[in-house]
């Protein structure tokens, strides 16, 4: 027995694929689901997914994929981006358009590419607001229920335990709708990696037991796939071999087919008909199994693999070239040996990109490398990336935000570079603009991240400028103010404190802080209205606001716009109400804070 051919077969999973094509099938007849699949690492949520992905095509249905890709600095709204450019890429220009239609300008936040598209395209009506964003999730729901009409669309959402918190919400929004629509949404997410505050934990709280969601849990393959999976297929359980490696792998099957290359690459599949050496190879984790698999490469191929992991899970190889400063050979023989081990993939469609073939390769190499080494790599490549991106820095500015963060020393003055002050200078300015460019693109909770990311930067720096800290709490608590209204005050606080503060010194800055005092007081304005509501209750607060919101929108506002927007679709009245039901439901299901929601909705 070798080692070859592991993974490549799909095995198992009948129930759930069967499930899956039914419910796909349904969409396609226009009464679209959600499904999350949920499991551990390596247990096949993806491959499951590409499964799916293979019979929708067949089957006509056009097939979007979005990957969540947070920690290495994406673009707001990544995995929606990817998808809706599947999509653009694969539809003639005339018919996007169409089916884009009014709500072009609103996705464009998104996904500013647009504009080339349509070059023509008025400029976003007011930028940041609650019903911008509104707007947007709404628009991009009609995109894809224009679309779908002339064929079903299958969105594929991979690994949403990363994605952003706006795409999450959009995810939502879109949920909610799909019922009379032909597109089906598969989101898989690790399980594992969901703490109770994740966007996703509390959206499956509140939708995930409703008709339209359907929830999997993937668990381990079974003995007789895993028998099949190794190539054993006629001897089954009795197989002391399979035994061995199912009990040894609980079935996940990225488990077994590491440790199986394992074995052979050691030589010791030969020997292991005996089930008590095999036990004594198999190590106890993943990640261990991983390691050693590395271990196995060349040193030059290791090296590579390294940067390349901390360049993120996606990386050209100029890039990587110009990091690791390696004659051109020895860069292209390690990536082709790693993509021969199974180790690297060539990124479909592009020219000298590659991904990890599943993120634990790519966090096992990160984790191996020490901080201080991780922190001088993330610089040599912040650096590069500049220079790269250089006067196009748009649309990259969370990559260089984060590259330039992970390049901080974590105490700022025990280091004695001269240079780091740089360092420490560019990841807070391109945290800064990330932040603005998220709020641009209304993914709020994604700005309020990289706002804060900018803030610690600060704190490490010893916060030389009070100014610029107060500049950054200022427009963090202005997108704060759209969701959540207790942070607002607390960052306008903080703000108006440090402009009091220096404000006894000399240098004031009139100017400056004078925006500070502005948002304050609008805030404070907004907080004295509700406050002379004076409801005790918040809860009941929130729903009388609410119910106002929905009586109110549902008659007019929605139900006008939807109108228009549906006039040949037919059924709009009730479309109209749903609509107000969804972004009320939203509103409350994400701890909006009402007031603020309401205050600019029914002011
Ligand atoms: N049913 C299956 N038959 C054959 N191979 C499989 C099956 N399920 C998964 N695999 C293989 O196992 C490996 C891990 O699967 P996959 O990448 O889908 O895991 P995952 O659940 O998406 O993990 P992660 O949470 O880390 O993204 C892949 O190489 C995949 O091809
Ligand atoms: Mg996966």
């Not at 089957?59 to 979007?64: I, M, P, Q």
């Not at 007789?224 to 006629?234: H, K, Q, T």
């Not at 641009?440 to 990289?450: F, K, M, Q, T």
């Not at 209205?529 to 009586?551: F, N, W």
């Amino acid at each position: 027995m070798t080692a070859e051919g592991i993974g490549t077969r799909f095995v198992g999973r009948e129930r759930e694929l069967d499930e899956l094509t039914a419910l796909l099938e349904r969409a396609a007849g226009g009464r679209g689901r959600l499904v999350l699949v949920g499991g551990e690492p390596g247990i096949g949520k993806s491959r499951l997914a590409s499964e799916l992905s293979q019979i929708a095509t067949e089957r006509g249905a056009s097939v979007l994929w979005g990957r969540g890709w947070e920690d290495a600095g994406a673009p707001p709204y990544w995995p929606w981006v990817q998808a809706l450019r599947a999509y653009i890429r694969s539809t003639p220009p005339g018919e996007v358009r169409r089916y884009l239609g009014v709500g072009a300008t609103d996705i464009a936040q998104m996904m500013p590419e647009l504009r080339d598209l349509i070059p023509d395209l008025a400029a976003a009506p007011d930028g940041m607001s609650e019903s911008a964003r509104f707007r947007l999730f709404d628009s991009t729901t009609t995109l894809l229920r224009n679309a779908s009409q002339t064929r079903p669309i299958l969105i594929v959402l991979d690994d949403l335990q990363s994605a952003d918190a706006p795409s999450i919400l959009l995810l939502r929004f879109l949920a909610t709708q799909l019922d009379d629509m032909a597109v089906m949404v598969l989101g898989t997410y690790r399980d594992v990696e969901l703490t109770p505050v994740h966007p996703l934990t509390l959206t499956i709280d509140r939708i995930g037991h409703e008709p339209g969601t359907r929830l999997m849990a993937l668990t381990g393959l079974a003995a007789n796939d895993v028998a099949e999976y190794i190539g054993r297929p006629d001897r089954t359980v009795h197989d002391p071999f399979v035994t061995a490696v199912w009990r040894a792998t609980n079935g996940n099957p990225l488990f077994i087919g590491e440790a199986v290359r394992l074995l052979s690459s050691d030589g010791q599949l030969a020997r292991a008909e005996d089930p008590h050496a095999l036990r004594v190879v198999v190590p106890p984790g993943v990640r261990a199994v991983i390691r050693r698999r590395i271990g196995q490469l060349d040193p030059a191929t290791i090296d590579a693999l390294t940067l390349a992991a901390v360049i993120g899970p996606e990386f050209g190889l100029d890039v990587l070239r110009r990091v690791a400063d390696l004659d051109r050979e020895v860069i292209q023989i390690s990536i082709e040996e790693a993509v021969q081990v199974g180790l690297l993939l060539v990124v479909p469609g592009s020219s000298g990109r590659y991904r990890f073939s599943h993120d634990l390769v790519r966090e096992t190499l990160y984790d191996e490398v020490a901080p201080e080494r991780r922190r001088r790599i993330h610089r040599q490549i912040a650096g590069v990336l500049e220079a790269r991106y250089l006067g196009s820095e748009s649309g990259h500015l969370a990559e260089l935000a984060f590259h330039f963060v992970q390049a901080v020393e974590p105490s700022f003055n025990e280091t004695s570079d001269p240079d780091h002050q740089e360092i420490v200078q560019k990841a807070i300015d391109y945290a800064r603009r990330a932040g603005d460019e998220a709020a641009r693109s209304i993914a709020y909770e994604e700005a309020i991240r990289l706002y804060a990311m900018c803030l610690a930067v600060l704190d490490v720096s010893g916060d030389p400028d009070p100014r610029l800290r107060a500049d950054v709490l200022l427009a963090r608590g202005d997108v704060e103010s759209y969701i959540d209204l207790d942070a607002a005050r607390a960052s306008l606080g903080e703000a108006a404190e440090i402009a009091k503060r220096i404000g006894d010194g000399a240098a004031v800055h009139d100017r400056d802080l004078g925006g500070a005092v502005r948002v304050l007081d609008r805030e404070l304005e907004l907080v004295a209205l509700l406050l002379q509501g004076a409801v005790h209750d918040r809860a009941a607060q929130l729903e009388a606001v609410i119910r106002l919101l929905r009586e109110r929108l549902g008659r007019q506002k929605l139900a006008r716009a939807r109108g228009e927007a549906h006039d040949d679709q037919g059924g709009r009245q009730q479309h109209g109400r749903r609509q107000c039901d969804d972004q009320a439901d939203l509103a409350l299901a994400r701890g909006v804070h009402g007031p603020s929601l309401c205050q600019r909705w029914l002011g």
